[in-house]
């Protein structure tokens, strides 16, 4: 298992290198399938996401886990009227800027990939596509 989660964790630390990003983590789907945990973050400055679950609808990963498809997020300054959603991810991470995607495996999504910056600078298309290239090499690793 150590040696699994140094894998990962080294395969997270490229896409935020490749992508200059500051953050990047995944939530694995239980064996119960009803369940969503953060297991894995690089770039990380507290250890928080160990105890946070992933809620389908609620913030970028949140989105992509319900709706399958990648979901972008800004941080916008907003007004104290907006009733916008905490997104407890964001903020314990402080992260400004973040892109989810679903990893899927025979239809059925096993992961969400969250990748983020702590600076307002949104995600290009490029940044994106290459993002989205690289999860066919996570899923043979989250299926070990």
Known sequence: M???HSIISQ????LCRTTSSDFSALA???PDGR???WRYAYGNRTDRY?????????GP???ALRTGRPAAWEDRI???????P???MMIAEQLRCAFAYPITNRNMICAVLLIARRLPLPYTGSESTHIEDTLPDLLPLLQE
């Open 2 to 4: 150590p040696l699994l």
């Open 11 to 14: 395969r997270l630390e490229s």
């Open 28 to 30: 694995i789907v239980e």
């Open 35 to 37: 369940h969503v945990r």
């Open 50 to 58: 160990k105890q946070m679950m992933l809620k389908p609808g609620l």
């Open 61 to 63: 990963a949140g989105v």
């Open 78 to 84: 907003t007004s104290s009227a907006d009733k916008s």
């Open 86 to 88: 905490v997104i407890p």
